[in-house]
């Protein structure tokens, strides 16, 4: 594959495929998942008379872009719970991590019925931009869902290449913050990770590009804020995709 996406703030490189993180990025259903989480979570901790009470600060230290099960392990730590880990067949509502995380996703699901999703338009130009270059593309992402919220949003079809938590689930490698899922999208694309673009909005995903060798890691500015995009892994920030549409 050619390297023909010229990055407008990078001067004399171009890059042959972009790896798209999707939730907070390609579409804002980042605002879904941190609905989904702060309904399970509060009513999780108001039951239990777990405190402090959860907030939207915690979603982006503890949950932002890992897999479902680590999220929830992660923020029951922050304050000092620790479950079973128990099975992804757990039922909704069982008191294990799984289970936790089970009905977390029936909460996004309702939502995303109920509410729906668009893509965010500067998004859509980045991607018309990229095809029409020829440049390859993958979606990345942690989530389960992540076939849903392509099909929802109306652009499946744009992607070939989606590694997702399912994969994760199947292939028996690392979530991000490792660079696993980035590098076998790279690999399934045929493009080397030097050539590849990470393109990421949670802390967690701009950490999993920076561990990796890849040609650049950009920051989508979604509500994490640009200083800490930038000190997680970051090399360039911007607060919509339509900025980097180059020539």
């Given at each position: 594959m050619d390297n023909a996406w010229?990055?407008?703030q990078i001067a004399d490189r171009r890059f042959g495929a972009a790896l798209f993180d999707l939730d907070g990025?390609?579409?804002?259903?980042?605002e879904v998942h941190?609905?989904?989480?702060?309904?399970?979570f509060t009513d999780y901790f108001t039951a239990r008379g777990v405190t402090p009470a959860y907030?939207?600060?915690?979603?982006?230290?503890?949950v932002d872009g890992k897999p479902r099960y680590d999220g929830v392990r992660a923020c029951l730590a922050s304050r000092g719970v620790v479950l079973p880990e128990g099975t992804p067949e757990d039922a909704a509502g069982t008191e294990t991590v799984c289970g936790i995380g089970?009905?977390?996703?029936?909460?996004?699901e309702a939502i995303l019925h109920?509410?729906?999703?668009?893509?965010y338009p500067g998004s859509v130009a980045l991607l018309d931009h990229l095809e029409a270059l020829g440049t390859a593309m993958a979606v990345v992402s942690s989530s389960r869902n992540a076939p849903a919220v392509l099909k929802a949003a109306g652009i499946a079809h744009r992607f070939e290449i989606v590694v997702d938590g399912n994969v994760v689930a199947t292939e028996g490698i690392r979530g991000k913050p490792a660079p696993d899922m980035f590098e076998l999208a790279a690999q399934r694309l045929g493009v080397a990770d030097a050539d590849s673009v990470v393109v990421e909005d949670a802390l967690s995903g701009v950490a999993a590009g920076a561990a990796g060798d890849f040609g650049l890691v950009v920051g989508v500015d979604r509500g994490a804020g640009a200083d800490a995009l930038r000190a997680g892994g970051a090399d360039?920030?911007?607060e919509d995709l339509?900025?980097?549409?180059?020539?």
């Open positions: 010229a990055v407008p990025v390609l579409t804002p259903t980042a941190m609905k989904a989480w702060n309904r399970m907030t939207d600060d915690d979603y982006f230290a503890y089970n009905t977390k996703n029936d909460a996004f109920d509410e729906g999703v668009a893509p360039i920030v911007v339509a900025e980097l549409v180059g020539e």
